[in-house]
């Protein structure tokens, strides 16, 4: 059974900081490429950040210099830092594990982030 699960949301003042997990389970976590998207009330879910299987990572600009996005194999999770929050951070966070070239996706369950004063 597969399992993505998202851990390190929460409320953070404008400015702050979090750091997101993603643990996957019964995958062979090195042949998945790994992203994180985000959904705002209201809004589509869109990506935020991936890192392929061969750690070549890609951001969406609106986070470009203040998000990076990293993997440790061994410990099958993908991480995502973010600084310098705002308050249009604020989303669902999910982690999709995508398997090139089939196109197997997962997504984890999502995790609150809220940036707020």
């Known amino acids: 059974q597969v399992q993505l699960v998202e851990s390190g949301g929460g409320l953070v003042q404008p400015g702050g900081s979090l750091r997101l997990s993603c643990t996957a389970s019964g995958i062979i976590f090195n042949l998945y490429d790994m992203g994180w998207y985000r959904q705002a009330p209201g809004k589509q879910r869109e990506l935020v950040a991936t890192?392929?299987?061969?750690?070549?990572?890609a951001y969406a600009d609106s986070v470009k210099g203040r998000f990076t996005i990293s993997r440790d194999n061994a410990k099958n999770t993908v991480s995502l830092q973010m600084n310098t929050l705002k308050p249009e951070d604020t989303a669902v966070y999910y982690c999709?594990?995508?398997?090139?070239?089939?196109?197997?996706?997962?997504w984890g369950q999502g995790t609150q982030v809220t940036v707020s004063s």
């Open positions: 890192i392929s299987k061969l750690e070549s990572v």
């Open positions: 999709k594990a995508n398997r090139p070239p089939f196109n197997t996706i997962y």
